[in-house]
Each structure stands twice: as structure tokens, then as C-alpha cells.
């Protein structure tokens, strides 16, 4: 909101600042601005009109252009004689993006309500005609030429829009045509920034073009539309348009395609899906091999792989049927059931094929950024490990081929796809050698590299019987001279390690002794702040101690004891007497 008032402010400046030059208005930069930044950058054509909603009432409050009071709706229209600002004509041009905002919101609706097809044609027809009074007032002479050059442009733009979506392709062609030359004088006329804006607008309505040229009759057309599904232009919807286009003149083609030949063996096509898939398929390998931006050779991979599948879909139901016929025995061909199971082997393999394909060209170039120095420190850099993952893709796919049904005996094919998974495997190895690398095991690294010479040693000896397989696979010479360059570096960074190691200083290595043994030297034992720490020896050793010294009596065996008779009670002599000396101890 802010931003506007600005710009509105900017507006009335070059009106007083340019009353001798005329009123002009940059009608392609300011729509392209808004859309920028009020929801085209993500397709959200509601939030946009929204925001042209808002902005005429704040246009017609700053103008003073009231239609009316809160009670009453009182039309006006902006005539040739009120043109004293440039705002009146971004009053019009707002009123025009509105409609069209509008008419695109509900071309995203209407997929799902077609309904909704016939207001989106009368919100169109409207932005035209707001098209064609702002072209008017833009008319006057108080307009500058290049205003009036643009409204011309603006409003055959939305003409052509109408008539395109009403199916009329030669007068939509000739909308397009027009909006196309204007702006193409006005690129060569301007500076370089705007030179690029008048272009960008141009790629914008070529695929138009070239639509309304293909329905008209010119069947070269169809190959600049093809050409044109690699880079995407047109947008979203021009993009639906494509794709159906090209599904549609498949369609018609496949009409004379009735069997395809694969492994020796002519299998007949009878589904209409796996026909139209099958020829368009050279086309599709074309594209990708032509296709020079990484990211429009994903999405071409990934449309290929979705239309694999779903045709792979439909002739699993024709199985299912096929094989509910054959149990109940109302099928008298029984080798049909086998030609569609060799089709369906044959879609399978295409699919896993591109899968490996995909991959490989994911992983060369993951490969060529691993050895580029990291230009940026907060951008995340590859790693050996996302090549891991990715040849682990690769011969999951290779084992699935080696079970494809109706291939199982076929010497030739398993010996081929035997190679493939000799020359990834020998591929993996080495990235996990460098992952080993990159964490200093030696070891590990130095065994997994002899591995990967072992695994391109059988390609060599094996591929002298295969050499039509080894054209579309990676360079094994390439890749051994990779791992003898990678292993003499590996030994010299062992060495130095082991150097590096032989300096450390004594208290840095760890051993067996407590700490209570070298409380005088600094040891780095990381074991001292785990949950068991190494303190003290327990249980403690035994130790002598001084005891209480011990008295013997040595002469006890040597010595004469004297005679004890007289106190050895007598025998026999009692009675009275002695008891009473036994009372009062006189006895003793």
C-alpha cells in the first residue's frame, strides 16, 4: 500500500514536471510490477484482484472520481476532457487487470466446474473492452507515443485472449500478431532494461502464436510447440494446452501403429494408451537429449516416468482381465495372455531404463560440482554419500530387469545387464572409498579401491563379447585411472598422518593408567568425562602393613611343674567337718 501511494505520488510529479510533453504512463512495467508482487509469482490470481480492488478505491479517493454515495451507484466515465492526470488512465488500466484477474482465477476453477467457463468468458470480454477505452483516451493528444503504443499492444493482448479462448484462431492469431510487433518496435526503441521487458513479453504470447498457427493448418507448427515444451513457455495453462496438443496428434498417429518389435520378437499393440506411449517415446528421448538446463531435463524425465507408469497401469487391468478370461475359459487365444505380458515386460524395462538414465545424469552431474571448490559457505556442497544413494537406485533397477518375465532365458540380455551391474557396483565402490577417504580410514578406503579395480578388470574382460552394451555405459578406463590417481594420494595422506601422529606428545596418547597415577602430567583421555572414568585402581592391590607384636611362651614344654596333690580334693573324706570348712573356706 505503501508502495503505491509512492508510485501514485511519483505519477503526479512527471504530470506537472511533462504537462508541455503529454501524460504517459508505463503501462507494461506497472502491470508487471503488481503482478510481481501481489500474487502472479505463485499463480494466486484471487489475491491479485484483490489487490486491484483496493487500489482503484484508493485511485478514485485520491482523484476525487466518486461513483456515487454509500446509497446510490452513480456510473461515470473518464473522458478525453478530464485527462489532466495520468492517474485517470491507471484508473481504466486497473479496471482492465481486474477483469482479467478475474477471468484467470476462474480458468483455475473451471477445470473442476465447467460452469464457471461462461463467467470466465464474460470477465474477458470486459477486460477487453476496458482495453479498448483506455486504447481511446490514449488517443488524445495529451498522450505521449509510447502510452499510445502500449495501450495498443495491452488491448489487442486481452482481444487475443478472448478470441483464443472462443476457439477463433485466426483472429485471435491476428490479436497476438499485432501485440507482438508493437512491443518488438518498442524493444529496439528503449534501453536495454526495458528492451528485456518488452522481450520477456513477446516469449509470453509466441507459444499463443504458434498455437493459433497449427489450428489454422500449418502442421510446422507443431514442431516449434515441441521444441517450445523444453524451455516451458506460455505459462501453466499454455502448458496444459501443449500437452494435450501433442497427446491429441499422437493420438491420431497411433491410429497406424499396430505392433512394435523388441528382443527379436514383434508384439502386438492393441491398447490405445501404450500406443500413443510408444510413439511418442522417440520424441520424448529426443527432447532430453537436446535439452541442455539440468532442471528442464529432470522435468522431462519425470514426465516420461509418469507417463510410463500410468501406461504400465493400464496394461496391468488389461492382464487382470485377460487372465479372469483364461481361468473361466471363454479366451480361445491363449497366446494373446503372453503377448500382452511381453508388452507389459517391454513398458517395465523402458521404465527402469530411464529410471538408470535419470540417475546416471543426476549423478555426473553431482560428480562435476564434487570437484568444484564450494563458492559459497552456507550453500550445502555434495558429498560422496548422495552418489551412493544414487548408483544404489541405479542397481536396484538393474536387478529388477534381470527378473523381467519372458527375459528369463534370454542369455544375451542377462549377460548385458550382468556388464551394467559390474560398472555401477565398481562406480559405488568408489564413492564409498571416497567417503572413507574423507574420514581418514586408510584402510577401508585402500581395500574398496582394489575392489573397484577387480570390478572394472571383469568389465574389460567381459565387454570383448558385448561391445554394442558398453555405448551408453560410463568409462571404465576413465574411472581406473581415477582410482591409481586416487590411491597414490591416499598413501601419501596415510604417511602424513602417520607423521602427524608420531609428533603428538606423549600426554596425548591414551593408556590403561588411572588417573591417581599422572596427577602430575596433563594426559587427554576423552574416557575421563564419560560414565565410567578411569580414577583410581579398584579393587585396590594389597599392601603390607606393620601389625601388634606376639608374645610366646617358648619354655612351656621345658619346665617342672610342682606337685599339686595336697589341693587335689580327696576322695573319701567328708562329711560334716569338711563341709563346713568347704562353707567358710578353711580349706583351701
Given at each position: 500500500?505503501?508502495?503505491?501511494?509512492?508510485?501514485?505520488?511519483?505519477l503526479?510529479?512527471?504530470?506537472?514536471?511533462?504537462?508541455?510533453e503529454?501524460?504517459?504512463?508505463?503501462?507494461?512495467?506497472?502491470?508487471?510490477?503488481?503482478?510481481?508482487?501481489?500474487?502472479?509469482?505463485?499463480?494466486?490470481?484471487?489475491?491479485?484482484r484483490?489487490?486491484?480492488?483496493?487500489?482503484?478505491?484508493?485511485?478514485?479517493?485520491?482523484?476525487?472520481?466518486k461513483?456515487?454515495?454509500?446509497?446510490?451507484?452513480?456510473?461515470?466515465?473518464?473522458?478525453?476532457?478530464?485527462?489532466?492526470?495520468?492517474?485517470?488512465?491507471?484508473?481504466?488500466?486497473?479496471?482492465?487487470?481486474?477483469?482479467?484477474?478475474?477471468?484467470m482465477?476462474l480458468k483455475?476453477?473451471?477445470?473442476?466446474?465447467?460452469?464457471?467457463?461462461?463467467h470466465?468468458?464474460?470477465?474477458?470480454?470486459?477486460?477487453?473492452?476496458?482495453?479498448?477505452r483506455?486504447?481511446?483516451?490514449?488517443?488524445?493528444?495529451?498522450?505521449?507515443?509510447?502510452?499510445?503504443?502500449?495501450?495498443?499492444?495491452?488491448?489487442?493482448?486481452?482481444?487475443?485472449?478472448?478470441?483464443?479462448e472462443?476457439?477463433?484462431?485466426?483472429?485471435?492469431?491476428?490479436?497476438?500478431?499485432?501485440?507482438?510487433?508493437?512491443?518488438?518496435?518498442?524493444?529496439?526503441?528503449?534501453?536495454?532494461?526495458?528492451?528485456?521487458?518488452?522481450?520477456?513479453?513477446?516469449?509470453?504470447?509466441?507459444?499463443?502464436?504458434?498455437?493459433?498457427?497449427?489450428n489454422?493448418?500449418?502442421?510446422?507448427?507443431?514442431?516449434?510447440?515441441?521444441?517450445?515444451?523444453?524451455?516451458?513457455?506460455?505459462?501453466?495453462?499454455?502448458?496444459?494446452?501443449?500437452?494435450?496438443l501433442?497427446t491429441?496428434?499422437?493420438?491420431?498417429?497411433?491410429a497406424?501403429?499396430?505392433?512394435?518389435?523388441?528382443r527379436?520378437?514383434?508384439?502386438?499393440?492393441?491398447?490405445?494408451?501404450?500406443?500413443?506411449?510408444?510413439?511418442?517415446?522417440?520424441?520424448?528421448?529426443?527432447?532430453?537429449?537436446?535439452?541442455?538446463?539440468?532442471?528442464?531435463?529432470?522435468?522431462?524425465?519425470?514426465?516420461?516416468?509418469?507417463?510410463c507408469?500410468?501406461t504400465?497401469?493400464?496394461?496391468?487391468e488389461?492382464?487382470?482381465?485377460?487372465?479372469k478370461?483364461?481361468?473361466?475359459?471363454?479366451?480361445?487365444?491363449?497366446?494373446?495372455?503372453?503377448?500382452?505380458?511381453?508388452l507389459?515386460?517391454?513398458?517395465?524395462?523402458?521404465?527402469?531404463?530411464?529410471?538408470?538414465?535419470?540417475?546416471?545424469s543426476?549423478?555426473?552431474?553431482?560428480?562435476?560440482?564434487?570437484?568444484?571448490?564450494?563458492?559459497?559457505?552456507n550453500?550445502?556442497?555434495?558429498?560422496?554419500?548422495?552418489?551412493?544413494?544414487?548408483?544404489?537406485?541405479?542397481?536396484?533397477?538393474?536387478a529388477?530387469?534381470?527378473?523381467?518375465?519372458?527375459?528369463?532365458?534370454?542369455?544375451?540380455?542377462?549377460?548385458e545387464?550382468?556388464?551394467?551391474?559390474?560398472?555401477y557396483?565398481?562406480?559405488?565402490?568408489?564413492?564409498?572409498?571416497?567417503?572413507?577417504?574423507?574420514?581418514?580410514?586408510?584402510?577401508?578406503?585402500?581395500?574398496l579401491?582394489?575392489?573397484?579395480?577387480?570390478?572394472?578388470?571383469?568389465?574389460?574382460?567381459?565387454?570383448?563379447?558385448?561391445n554394442?552394451?558398453?555405448?551408453?555405459?560410463?568409462?571404465?578406463?576413465?574411472?581406473?585411472?581415477?582410482?591409481?590417481?586416487e590411491?597414490?594420494?591416499?598413501?601419501?595422506?596415510?604417511?602424513?598422518?602417520?607423521?602427524?601422529?608420531?609428533?603428538?606428545?606423549?600426554?596425548?596418547?591414551?593408556?590403561?593408567?588411572?588417573?591417581?597415577?599422572?596427577?602430575?602430567?596433563?594426559n587427554?583421555?576423552?574416557?575421563?568425562?564419560?560414565?565410567?572414568?578411569?580414577?583410581?585402581?579398584?579393587?585396590?592391590?594389597?599392601?603390607?602393613?606393620?601389625?601388634?607384636?606376639?608374645?610366646?611362651?617358648?619354655?612351656?614344654?621345658?619346665?617342672?611343674?610342682?606337685?599339686?596333690?595336697?589341693?587335689?580334693?580327696?576322695k573319701?573324706?567328708?562329711?560334716?567337718?569338711?563341709?563346713?570348712?568347704?562353707?567358710f573356706?578353711?580349706?583351701?
Open positions: 500500500m505503501a508502495a503505491d501511494k509512492q508510485n501514485e505520488a511519483k503526479a510529479k512527471l504530470d506537472e514536471n511533462k504537462e508541455n503529454g501524460l504517459g504512463l508505463e503501462i507494461l512495467q506497472i502491470i508487471k510490477d503488481a503482478q510481481q508482487q501481489h500474487g502472479l509469482r505463485h499463480g494466486d490470481y484471487q489475491r491479485y484483490g489487490y486491484c480492488s483496493r487500489r482503484l478505491r484508493r485511485l478514485r479517493k485520491t482523484l476525487g472520481f461513483m456515487g454515495n454509500r446509497h446510490k451507484y452513480t456510473g461515470k466515465k473518464i473522458t478525453v476532457e478530464m485527462l489532466s492526470d495520468s492517474r485517470y488512465l491507471l484508473l481504466v488500466l486497473m479496471e482492465a487487470e481486474r477483469a482479467w484477474s478475474y477471468a482465477q483455475q476453477e473451471a477445470n473442476t466446474e465447467p460452469r464457471k467457463r461462461f470466465l468468458l464474460g470477465r474477458l470480454r470486459k477486460a477487453a473492452k476496458h482495453g479498448e483506455l486504447e481511446k483516451l490514449c488517443e488524445s493528444p495529451r498522450v505521449d507515443a509510447r502510452t499510445k503504443l502500449e495501450a495498443q499492444a495491452y488491448t489487442s493482448f486481452l482481444t487475443g485472449m478472448v478470441e483464443f472462443l476457439q477463433q484462431w485466426k483472429p485471435a492469431m491476428e490479436a497476438f500478431n499485432k501485440c507482438k510487433t508493437i512491443y518488438e518496435k518498442l524493444a529496439s526503441a528503449f534501453t536495454e532494461e526495458l528492451a528485456v521487458l518488452y522481450h520477456q513479453r513477446v516469449e509470453e504470447i509466441s507459444p499463443n502464436i504458434r498455437y493459433c498457427a497449427y489454422i493448418g500449418d502442421q510446422n507448427a507443431i514442431n516449434e510447440l515441441m521444441q517450445m515444451r523444453l524451455t516451458g513457455g506460455g505459462g501453466d495453462f499454455m502448458a496444459e494446452k501443449l500437452e494435450a501433442i491429441q496428434t499422437r493420438a491420431k498417429q497411433a497406424t501403429m499396430s505392433e512394435v518389435q523388441w527379436d520378437r514383434s508384439v502386438p499393440v492393441k491398447v490405445d494408451k501404450a500406443r500413443i506411449f510408444l510413439l511418442g517415446l522417440a520424441d520424448n528421448e529426443a527432447a532430453i537429449a537436446q535439452a541442455t538446463n539440468e532442471e528442464t531435463k529432470e522435468h522431462l524425465y519425470e514426465t516420461l516416468l509418469v507417463e507408469r500410468d504400465i497401469q493400464t496394461v496391468r488389461e492382464l487382470k482381465a485377460e487372465a478370461q483364461r481361468e473361466r475359459g471363454t479366451d480361445p487365444d491363449s497366446s494373446k495372455v503372453s503377448n500382452l505380458q511381453f507389459h515386460s517391454y513398458l517395465t524395462y523402458i521404465k527402469l531404463c530411464t529410471v538408470v538414465k535419470r540417475n546416471e543426476m549423478a555426473n552431474t553431482l560428480q562435476v560440482k564434487l570437484k568444484e571448490p564450494p563458492a559459497d559457505d550453500k550445502r556442497t555434495p558429498r560422496p554419500q548422495d552418489l551412493i544413494r544414487l548408483y544404489d537406485i541405479i542397481l536396484q533397477s538393474l529388477e530387469l534381470s527378473t523381467l518375465q519372458g527375459l528369463e532365458e534370454d542369455a544375451t540380455f542377462q549377460k545387464v550382468a556388464l551394467k551391474t559390474l560398472v557396483k565398481a562406480y559405488r565402490c568408489f564413492f564409498i572409498a571416497q567417503s572413507y577417504v574423507v574420514v581418514k580410514k586408510w584402510s577401508e578406503a585402500l581395500v579401491y582394489e575392489r573397484v579395480l577387480k570390478h572394472a578388470g571383469e568389465v574389460q574382460s567381459k565387454a570383448k563379447s558385448l554394442n552394451s558398453l555405448k551408453d555405459l560410463p568409462d571404465v578406463q576413465e574411472l581406473i585411472a581415477d582410482v591409481n590417481a590411491k597414490y594420494s591416499l598413501q601419501a595422506a596415510a604417511i602424513l598422518d602417520t607423521d602427524e601422529t608420531a609428533e603428538v606428545p606423549s600426554q596425548q596418547v591414551k593408556d590403561n593408567k588411572p588417573l591417581s597415577d599422572h596427577l602430575e602430567t596433563f587427554l583421555d576423552p574416557t575421563l568425562v564419560g560414565k565410567q572414568p578411569n580414577l583410581v585402581h579398584f579393587p585396590p592391590d594389597f599392601q603390607p602393613i606393620p601389625c601388634k607384636p606376639l608374645f610366646f611362651d617358648l619354655a612351656l614344654n621345658h619346665v617342672a611343674f610342682p606337685p599339686l596333690d595336697d589341693k587335689v580334693e580327696q573319701g573324706k567328708g562329711g560334716l567337718t569338711g563341709y563346713i570348712k568347704g562353707i573356706g578353711f580349706g583351701s
